[in-house]
């Protein structure tokens, strides 16, 4: 298994490699089965990563990629956003392939965008069965990179008086999956016009889209 997940992210990372020479690094919006709208954002991941160009130095192409959850395609991006409102359902060989995406470097965000919370949970819990979703303190510096959220996560979009919380999936130390609850951070990302959020909380929420993104590419 050591020997298979090693060469699973040589791989991962040769692909990275050429793409980042070549200017074609993406993010990859995750597909899912279910019923849930995976598809809900606009031109969010396109505002963010032009925010991370313009202000992280990153190389992305601002067209980002749509790849099913049990593709091999999943291992050419290096990080994979998952978000919706509603049902998931992951086969087991979904689940797997995500696994050992994760397991090989790969990096998956998931925003509550108001209605997943129930099922992404028994998901998450699928593909790392002996793992739990972890509450990330606000001293990690996955809130401390480029710009500081000493409370964590921003309240994008107040739908009801929880707080937000960030949950994280570890594996030997690494994260290799951050959850967003109760922010709607990726709403923020959208243009203006699409929720009418004051200048404010989208830079807010570009700003801490943006200190994911650095995470995921320097932890």
């Known amino acids: 298994m050591r020997k298979f997940v090693f060469t699973l992210t040589l791989l991962v990372s040769s692909i990275i490699l050429s793409q980042a020479q070549n200017n074609s ?76 995406y994760m397991l090989a470097g790969g990096f998956l965000f998931i925003d509550d965008d108001f209605g997943i919370d129930p099922f992404i949970r028994p998901v998450l819990k699928k593909i790392f069965p002996q793992s739990d979703l972890k509450e990330v303190p606000f001293n990690h510096p996955i809130y401390h990179q480029k710009y500081d959220f000493p409370r964590g996560l921003p309240k994008v979009h107040k739908h009801n008086d929880k707080p937000t919380q960030g949950f994280g999936i570890f594996n030997q130390g690494r994260m290799v999956c951050f959850y967003s609850f109760e922010s709607n951070i990726s709403d923020g990302w959208e243009s203006p016009e699409v929720h009418k959020d004051e200048p404010a909380i989208r830079q807010a929420a570009l700003k801490m889209g943006a200190n994911i993104i650095q995470f995921a590419f320097t932890q």
């Open 25 to 100: 690094l993406k993010i990859a919006l995750l597909k899912y089965n279910g019923g849930g709208d995976w598809y809900s954002v606009v031109d969010a991941l396109e505002n963010l990563v032009k925010f991370t160009n313009q202000n992280l130095n990153t190389g992305f192409s601002v067209d980002y990629a749509t790849v099913d959850v049990g593709s091999a395609e999943v291992f050419n991006y290096p990080l994979l956003f998952l978000t919706g409102h509603g049902n998931i359902i992951l086969s087991d060989q979904e689940a797997e392939n995500l696994r050992n």
